[in-house]
């Protein structure tokens, strides 16, 4: 695969920038080099869909913006669109079949999600931004989702072993990354001083925020892990008086 | 618990509950309702999960019953048309109907009880483990609402299930995005 600043965007990721006001830090980012990218259904579900709300709409104007301006790209090149719909296919079926339950494959995942895989795959993208946990899991630790659903469930859930292997091997290369270390990054930065002039804010509170913004919209960041970017990227200066967060 | 499950069982203990006014029956009926949907994706069952989470919040809420003659017509209808889902799944829509009818006339939100259910049930299968869209899909929420409403739970402080530390996902994050002009 190829090294460079090419993301593919899952729509989870764009719905909670978009909600906390921080498609910015996506447009600091493509201004600074690095290209977003988003399948053709992931465009349906952060802009076609939500415009037609009254609950979602402003925020689809502003992804929709953000697309218009070239900050995120849309990939719907019809040579590539086969490619992409046959293997997002693929990985939906061995998704869908990896685990079952009373001998009855349980269906994780849809078609929008393994579009967003397909695509970083077909156009040889190892970096995909993605909120939305069990694709993540997928990527990472599909025996989580095992674990996960036997235990919430109580039942006796079945690991196809084949398809594990299969799908392993070829989501192997994909790193995932969140909109939380987007902006972790972008905070490092001074992406986020947009929000409040130099010295009027502390850095902690800042981070602080932007982090806990986006696990309200549904990233899924723990508190711990929170607070492990604080003390990574904004820690307690000696001397200084730690604020309540 | 989930071998036990059927749709039909599922709508007389609902009736039962009803009788009662026991609104943590009603909760954990819809509990074990979308348990089972998690493995069967049966639309039905999707609905009777919703219905029975919205009935516990009903049930729950005095203000449902101030006018007392619109709360006895509410559950003479309900009891009725839920009677008529044991045979006919597709009288569902019925209650649903009957719900909202209520919400409309005494309600005190904007959004209504029928909405959070179906989010609120959304992001339950979520939590389990269905992906955001498998679990929109199957109970016709918007990935939007879901993930508000997961944003509003403990969830991603109980599920840490990934080997991958947070300092070498920001180094990725790091590397991918560093400056090239």
Known sequence: MKEGGLI??????????????????????AEAGARFYIPVGVRKEVVDTP???????????????????GNITVIDKPEMAAQVHEKSNLIMNLANNL?????????????GETEALALALVIGCPTILVDEKTTRLLIENPRGLH???????????????????????????LCAIRSCELVSVGYTRGYLDAFAPKGTVSGRNLLFGALFAVKENGCSISEAEIREYLEM???????????NL | MAGQFSNQSAIKDLLSAISENNTKWMKDLGNSAIKEAAITRDKATVSIAMICYSLSKVFNKDYYRKDRMRWDEFVIDLR????????????????????????????????????KAVSKKASTLYAYGISLGAASQLTGASEWAVLKE????????????????????????QRVLEERR
């Open chain 1, 8 to 29: 593919v965007c899952d729509s989870s990721s764009i719905i909670a920038l978009s909600e906390v006001c921080f498609l910015g830090v996506i447009s600091k980012f």
């Open chain 1, 51 to 69: 415009i037609t709300t009254k609950s979602f709409r402003l925020e689809a104007v502003r992804i929709s913006g953000a697309i218009a301006k």
């Open chain 1, 99 to 111: 685990l079952s339950a009373r001998g009855k494959p349980i269906h994780l995942i849809d078609y």
């Open chain 1, 147 to 173: 674990d996960s659903l036997e235990n919430r469930l109580g039942v006796q859930i079945e690991v196809n072993e084949r398809a594990l292997s299969e799908l392993s091997g070829m989501l192997s290369g």
């Open chain 1, 233 to 243: 990227l904004a820690p307690v200066q000696s001397g200084q008086r730690p604020e």
């Open chain 2, 80 to 115: 009725n048309d839920l009677r008529r889902t044991i045979d006919d799944p597709a009288a569902l829509e019925k209650v649903f109907s009957d719900i909202r009818r209520l919400d409309e006339s005494v309600g005190r939100f904007v959004s209504q009880i029928t909405d």
């Open chain 2, 150 to 173: 997961v944003g509003q739970t403990k969830m991603s402080d109980e599920q840490q299930s990934t080997p991958v530390a947070l300092s070498s996902r920001f180094k990725s994050a």
